[in-house]
């Protein structure tokens, strides 16, 4: 039995260690653990609260003024030159204004009437043009069907596209000539559109 440090005491059987040291390998072979390198946390100051109401105060109220600033810029429009009114046809406002008129509930209920047959024969119509190509459909496909049946030759012909029903052909020049004298540009043009801030 001997001591080796103060804080532990060993025995040929027996290990009793404290602290960090630890025997690993065998009875004589100490290691300590890692050394943390960490400093003591600092302390934080306390502020007085009404700093700290007043920095929150100031912080708030440069947010609302920048909001504010941002609403009354967004409340004017940009101009389009196309939407404005020329100042001769403003002038003449008034005298190229229709008048109103007012139609008796006879009138009313017979554009009603009227606008309601025929929404009901457009959609007949409509109706009907889309049964007639379901049943030229059905029946192409019945006969092709059959020819099917008969020979695969002559279904495959049938099924092929015909090339001679499009005669159309286009010929052009395949490229532009050459102008003489031209001075291609180099890229730069001139911004001729408003600024708006």
């Known amino acids: 039995m001997f001591k080796l440090f103060s804080s532990v005491t060993m025995q040929p059987s027996v290990l ?22 960490a400093e003591p946390l600092k302390k934080k ?12 105060d100031r912080k708030r109220k440069k947010i609302e003024k920048s909001i504010r600033k941002l609403e009354k810029v967004s409340k004017t429009l940009k101009p389009i030159d196309e939407v404005q009114l ?31 047959a025929w929404s009901m024969y457009k959609h007949d ?7 007639v190509i379901n049943d030229l459909e059905y029946s192409q496909q019945r006969a092709l069907n059959e020819l099917r049946e008969v020979s695969e030759d002559l279904y495959q ?17 395949v490229e532009t ?14 911004d001729i559109s408003k600024k708006w801030d």
Not at 45 to 56: C, N, S, T
Request: with cysteine; hydrophobic share 35%.
């Open 86 to 116: 020329m100042a001769s046809l403003s002038n003449e406002l008034d005298s190229r204004q229709r008048p109103i008129v007012v139609h008796s509930n006879d009138k009313l209920e017979e554009r009603i009437v009227a606008a309601k």
């Open 177 to 190: 000539p050459p102008i003489e004298n031209y001075q291609s540009p180099d890229g730069e043009y001139i």
């Open 45 to 56: 100051k306390r502020l007085d609260p009404q700093i700290l109401k007043a920095r929150e």
């Open 125 to 131: 119509e409509h109706f009907f043009n889309l049964q």
């Open 16 to 37: 009793v260690a404290s602290r960090s040291i630890s025997t690993c390998g065998g009875p004589l072979f100490f290691r300590s653990s890692v050394p943390m390198f």
């Open 157 to 173: 012909a049938a099924v092929d596209i015909d090339e001679s029903l499009l005669t159309c052909q286009l010929t052009g020049p």
